[in-house]
């Protein structure tokens, strides 16, 4: 099963190549170097959902805290 992970944009590289576009982006406090190139049209403080290294979309806080929420629940049990 493949799992794609909510997380905030906090810093963002952009590049003259929009396909080499990257992001670094945290995770409940880890933070990992993101493509951004299928997001181009994301900003610092965006979410994002994350699968194996690609920023796939951008999504509202509010879907982020439910999504991430989830996660944690599913943690705990």
Do not use: W
Request: net charge negative; hydrophobic share 40%.
């Amino acid at each position: 099963m493949c799992l794609a992970t909510p997380g905030r944009i906090v810093q963002i590289n952009k590049s003259n190549d929009p396909m080499n576009s990257k992001g670094l982006v945290n995770f409940a406090g880890i933070s990992r170097e993101i493509s951004l190139a299928y997001v181009p049209e994301a900003q610092v403080g965006d979410y994002v959902i994350v699968h194996a290294g690609l920023a796939l979309s951008l999504l509202d806080e509010h879907e982020a805290r439910e999504s991430l929420s989830a996660i944690q629940q599913l943690q705990t049990k």
